[in-house]
């Protein structure tokens, strides 16, 4: 163990606050989407699988090894993706924090498998250009990591199809700022799509239902 | 009588839709009861819900405004509480009378292998409608969504909004890539038998079921 008691607790504190304030912000819903930070070159902390954010407790957070996810120690069975975060991890040196989650704007594109453009210098210095995405897999499964992995070379975000987004940074505050300014960019894209396909100059909600409608409606 | 928790589970509930902006006219809100269901009175929308505003029903209930309620939890032991809401993007799915197919796999888990839009606002068509799905539309209205508890009732509308977000915005940005029926399927089962048990019999002890 290469790291300290005092290091963990502190750790599993952001592990337990990192999945509220998920849900204060908006971040996803329910149980899903999780979070992991690295405890040393081998291990991490993960979230675990299948309970809600508010009940959540520090100690229940397992740690994983980053070489062999099937070994896990202390805390509740770990997060079936917690694959995903371990293959970031090992791939990864300077990352010392993952989230997954499944944002609204983030989702739209997607469930579209679009790339995201670079929509900012912002989203530029954070994300390290446009966010591809990943091939789908269903959850935890071997596809699901490898097209992860796949969409995350030299980026710090990427889509998962029809499932959510990944973020990883050199810490906590990192991922979430790169998590925000992914739902952000994302939307202001279906803004300008919208302007485009309607050739209007002002966007709305309005505007995208009565063109939906007009394109969908029975 | 009412029991408080269940009262204070509805009040809260009531809460959230209205700060989510999934509230309109005509919202329901409603839970099981030891004698039938409790639900927020016709008169009276989320944002101004109190304990006062609560009336308790018989499942058998013909009253016009909550017989389908009463309906779906007679037809669904499971279901534990129903929602009607208004989220502007699932209103516009329902307004389109479209069906949200298969966009996410978080809503093949929770609301189902797709999200219909029924017929007409009939007990019989909205029944019909939830059949084998969490979740149904009501044409030019909002979405009825049903849970073992409040929480999951609560989080499927939020899961039909965002798959709403996805269906809708998909129209400009060149339509969506659908999840296949059989892998949908077996997201389906594996939440509703396994992912989600435990976490949803430990929220049912909170709400006071």
Same mark, same amino acid.
């Given at each position: 163990m290469?790291?300290?008691k005092?290091?963990?607790l502190?750790?599993?504190?952001?592990?337990?606050?990192?999945?509220?304030n998920l849900l204060k912000e908006n $971040?996803?819903?329910?149980?899903?989407?999780n979070?992991a930070v690295?405890?040393?070159?081998?291990h991490m902390?993960?979230?675990?699988?299948?309970?809600?954010y508010?009940?959540?407790?520090?100690?229940?957070?397992?740690v994983?090894?980053i070489?062999?996810t099937s070994?896990?120690s202390?805390?509740k069975?770990?997060t079936? #993706?917690r694959?995903?975060h371990?293959?970031?991890m090992?791939d990864r040196?300077e990352?010392?924090a993952?989230i997954?989650s499944?944002?609204?704007w983030c989702?739209?594109?997607?469930?579209?498998?679009?790339?995201l453009?670079?929509?900012s210098d912002?989203?530029?210095?954070l994300?390290?250009?446009p966010?591809r995405?990943?091939?789908?897999?269903?959850?935890?499964?071997?596809?699901?990591? #490898?097209?992860t992995?796949?969409?995350?070379?030299?980026r710090?975000a990427?889509f998962?199809?029809n499932?959510g987004?990944?973020c990883?940074?050199?810490?906590?505050?990192?991922?979430?700022?790169?998590i925000?300014?992914? #739902?952000?960019?994302?939307r202001?894209?279906?803004k300008?799509c919208? $302007?485009?396909?309607t050739?209007?100059?002002e966007?709305?909600?309005?505007? $995208?239902f009565?063109?939906?409608?007009?394109?969908?409606g029975? | 009588?009412?029991?408080?928790k269940i009262?204070?589970t509805v009040?809260?509930?009531?809460?959230?839709v =209205?700060?989510?902006?999934?509230s @309109?006219r005509?919202?329901?809100i409603?839970?099981?009861t030891?004698? @039938?269901? !409790?639900?927020?009175?016709?008169? =009276?929308s989320l944002d101004?819900?109190?304990?006062?505003? *609560?009336?308790e029903?018989?499942l058998?209930?013909e009253?016009?405004?909550y017989?389908?309620i009463?309906?779906?939890?007679?037809?669904?032991p499971?279901v534990?509480?129903?929602?009607?809401t208004?989220?502007?993007?699932?209103?516009?799915?329902?307004?389109?009378k479209a069906?949200?197919?298969?966009?996410?796999d978080?809503?093949t888990?929770?609301v189902?292998?797709?999200?219909?839009? !029924?017929?007409?606002a009939?007990a019989?068509?909205?029944?019909? @409608?939830?059949?084998?799905?969490n979740s149904?539309?009501?044409?030019s209205?909002g979405? *009825?969504? =049903? @849970?073992r508890?409040?929480?999951?009732?609560?989080?499927?509308a939020l899961?039909?909004?965002?798959a709403?977000h996805?269906?809708? !915005?998909g129209? =400009?940005?060149?339509?969506?890539?659908?999840?296949n !029926?059989?892998?949908a399927k077996l997201?389906?089962i594996?939440?509703?038998k396994?992912?989600?048990?435990?976490?949803?019999?430990n929220?049912?002890?909170?709400?006071g079921e």
């Amino acid at each position: 163990m290469a790291w300290t008691k005092e290091e963990e607790l502190r750790l599993r504190k952001v592990i337990k606050d990192s999945g509220v304030n998920l849900l204060k912000e908006n $971040l996803v819903q329910g149980t899903w989407g999780n979070t992991a930070v690295r405890l040393d070159e081998d291990h991490m902390l993960v979230t675990p699988t299948g309970l809600d954010y508010v009940a959540l407790q520090p100690e229940d957070m397992p740690v994983v090894q980053i070489s062999d996810t099937s070994v896990w120690s202390d805390g509740k069975k770990p997060t079936s #993706e917690r694959k995903i975060h371990a293959a970031i991890m090992a791939d990864r040196p300077e990352i010392n924090a993952t989230i997954h989650s499944h944002p609204v704007w983030c989702s739209v594109l997607a469930s579209a498998r679009i790339e995201l453009p670079v929509m900012s210098d912002e989203m530029q210095k954070l994300v390290g250009g446009p966010a591809r995405v990943g091939a789908y897999g269903l959850p935890g499964t071997k596809k699901l990591k #490898e097209g992860t992995v796949a969409a995350m070379k030299d980026r710090n975000a990427c889509f998962m199809a029809n499932h959510g987004v990944f973020c990883a940074g050199k810490d906590m505050d990192e991922a979430f700022e790169i998590i925000r300014i992914m #739902e952000k960019s994302c939307r202001e894209y279906i803004k300008q799509c919208t $302007l485009k396909m309607t050739g209007q100059l002002e966007y709305s909600d309005e505007l $995208l239902f009565d063109y939906f409608v007009s394109k969908y409606g029975r | 009588m009412i029991d408080d928790k269940i009262k204070e589970t509805v009040l809260s509930y009531a809460a959230k839709v =209205v700060a989510e902006g999934m509230s @309109g006219r005509g919202d329901r809100i409603a839970m099981r009861t030891k004698d @039938g269901f !409790c639900v927020n009175d016709a008169s =009276v929308s989320l944002d101004a819900l109190t304990e006062e505003g *609560l009336v308790e029903l018989p499942l058998t209930t013909e009253d016009k405004e909550y017989a389908v309620i009463g309906r779906l939890f007679s037809k669904r032991p499971e279901v534990h509480a129903v929602l009607y809401t208004h989220a502007p993007f699932v209103c516009a799915v329902a307004r389109a009378k479209a069906t949200i197919p298969a966009v996410l796999d978080d809503m093949t888990q929770i609301v189902g292998l797709n999200c219909k839009t !029924c017929k007409s606002a009939t007990a019989d068509d909205l029944v019909n @409608g939830l059949k084998k799905r969490n979740s149904v539309l009501v044409p030019s209205g909002g979405a *009825l969504t =049903v @849970g073992r508890t409040m929480d999951e009732a609560y989080t499927c509308a939020l899961v039909l909004d965002k798959a709403s977000h996805a269906y809708v !915005c998909g129209s =400009v940005l060149g339509g969506n890539k659908l999840i296949n !029926c059989i892998e949908a399927k077996l997201m389906n089962i594996v939440y509703q038998k396994k992912y989600s048990k435990v976490n949803q019999e430990n929220i049912s002890k909170r709400e006071g079921e």
